[in-house]
Nanobody, 115 residues
């Protein structure tokens, strides 16, 4: 059974930092592309960052220079380091692992940035 479990969310002041983790079981994250998405109230879910199986990373323009996605193959975990957080980063953050065959989602973790 495949499980993706996000953690690390919370309440932080603007300008602060958080590191989100996406720990996987039943699947090897390094074999797939893994992305972090977020969904704010009343808005569509958007892709924030992703890392390919080869390690190539991409970011939404809104987070470039502030967020960093990385992967620890030994821990089968993908991270999202979020710095210089802004109130508009407030959302539920989800990780997703996908290949040409299947996609898996985590349950999400809430990030709230106060002004």
């Amino acid at each position: 059974q495949v499980q993706l479990v996000e953690s690390g969310g919370g309440l932080v002041q603007a300008g602060g930092s958080l590191r989100l983790s996406c720990a996987a079981s039943g699947i090897t994250l390094s074999f797939n592309t893994v992305g972090w998405y977020r969904q704010a109230p009343g808005k569509q879910r958007e892709l924030v960052a992703h890392i390919s199986s080869g390690g190539t990373t991409n970011y939404a323009d809104s987070v470039k220079g502030r967020f960093t996605i990385s992967r620890d193959n030994a821990k089968n975990t993908v991270y999202l380091q979020m710095n210089s957080l802004k109130p508009e980063d407030t959302a539920v953050y989800y990780c997703k692992s996908w290949s040409v065959f299947k996609a898996y989602w985590g349950q999400g973790t809430q990030v709230t940035v106060s002004s």
